[in-house]
């Protein structure tokens, strides 16, 4: 960052409905957030220069911004398995232009399924975001992309379970900023201990 950047600050507000009966569950929550000072990374000079030279980039106080939207949620036990998913549904501006904040998508989704094989817990997530921009003038758009993540977790001991997972079964080429790498297939295994 440079020497004069601000934290950000906010005021944000939020309305949610929930409605769950018999293993089955809805929700609705809507959002608006005002953002003052917001922090992104911009390319030098600009704002980047520190009086002796001048950065090829930083991160600075750049705009304000509004968040408004409304996230779905649904969530349903169907035999042995357990369902869930959301939307996400925003709009990300910046007040200041009127358009798209960088690196901000509009839409966002996930789908999840669970169940019970003896010990062992097995899930499956489908995670899906749209398009983005990589610059405030959003003329380099970033597309949009989805990820299959699976995970398992069986109980070792009393307070301790074995946890697995696999994220981006597909090995799925995205970017979430432009020229940066993203993980591609990967493995996870570890320890939990959780005392009761």
Known sequence: GVPSLRPESGRNIEVGLRYAHQGTAYGLVAY???VSDLINYVSGPGPCANGIGEYAGCYANVARARYSGVTLSAARRVAAVNLSASLDLQRPRDLDTGLQLVRRAKHHASLAADTRAGDWLLGAELKLSGARFN????????GGYGLVNLHASTPLAPDWSLLLRIDNLGDKDYATVRGYATPGRTFYAGLKWAPR
Do not use: F, I
Request: no cysteine; glycine share 0%; aromatic share 0%.
């Open 135 to 142: 610059n405030a003038a959003n003329t380099q758009r970033l």
């Open 32 to 34: 608006r957030n005002l």
